[in-house]
């Protein structure tokens, strides 16, 4: 069955650190990547998706995310994080149809 | 647009009580999913519709829970009867033909007591 892990259920970092947040999925065929951010008492928004292409793909807010089809993964990077980057953040996979299966979450604190 | 729109934003009810969910999804997109995000278990994908039509209910819990899309712009999951163990943040999504990007509701934050 298709699943998504993310490896850090929480990470705590000062301001200007670099964040990387690991993402693995576990499916055969062709996938869709993405990334959502939860900021405290809001919904679920997309940072950034990879299709197809360039590996390396850019998203909102200065962050990026690079797809390892041989280790399946698709790891969240920002050099430097900011007080506001504070947040649940969620990997999800969608493979075949409309399934998308979301990762546990990782929750993220940046100390100002 | 709007967005995705989910009703009501919080619900409290007592154990056995019948609660529905409701939710439009934004106009044009063909598919429409139920989450469900707690803590222990994060965020859980219950079921989902394509064109109107259930795909994949396997991650619906129990008998007690079920979802309706009568037409495209409308739908319901609805919890009969409620448990506390049911209490939870239920998240309505819905996605365009674009290969799965999601456009989330705001939720429904459910409280059984």
């Known amino acids: 069955a298709q699943s998504v892990s993310q490896h850090n259920h929480h990470v705590i970092l000062s301001e200007a650190a670099s964040l990387e947040l690991g993402c693995n999925y576990s499916?055969?065929?062709?996938?869709?990547l993405f990334w959502y951010v939860q900021y405290p008492g809001q919904h679920l928004q997309l940072l950034l998706k990879y299709f197809s292409g360039d590996p390396l793909v850019k998203g909102i807010k200065g962050f990026e995310a690079e797809f390892i089809k041989s280790k399946f993964s698709f790891n969240l990077r920002k050099p430097s994080v900011q007080w506001s980057d504070t947040a649940e953040y969620f990997c999800a996979v969608t493979s075949g149809g409309f399934k998308t299966i979301f990762g546990a979450g990782t929750r993220l604190f940046v100390k100002a | 647009d709007a967005g995705v729109i989910q009703s009501p934003r919080h619900e409290v009810t007592e154990m056995g009580q019948e609660v529905t969910l409701r939710c439009k999804p934004i106009s044009g997109h063909n598919s429409l999913f139920w989450y469900r995000q707690t803590m222990m278990r994060g965020l859980e994908l219950l079921i989902y519709f394509n064109n109107n039509v259930p795909i994949d209910d396997s991650g619906m819990p129990e008998d007690r829970f079920s979802a309706k899309m009568p037409n495209a712009s409308f739908s319901t999951l609805k919890i009969q009867p409620s448990e506390p163990r049911d209490s939870a943040v239920y998240f309505c999504?819905?996605?365009?033909?674009?290969?799965?990007?999601?456009?989330f509701g705001s939720g429904t934050q459910l409280s059984v007591l």
């Open positions: 499916y055969g065929g062709t996938v869709n």
């Open positions: 999504a819905s996605s365009p033909t674009d290969r799965g990007k999601l456009f």
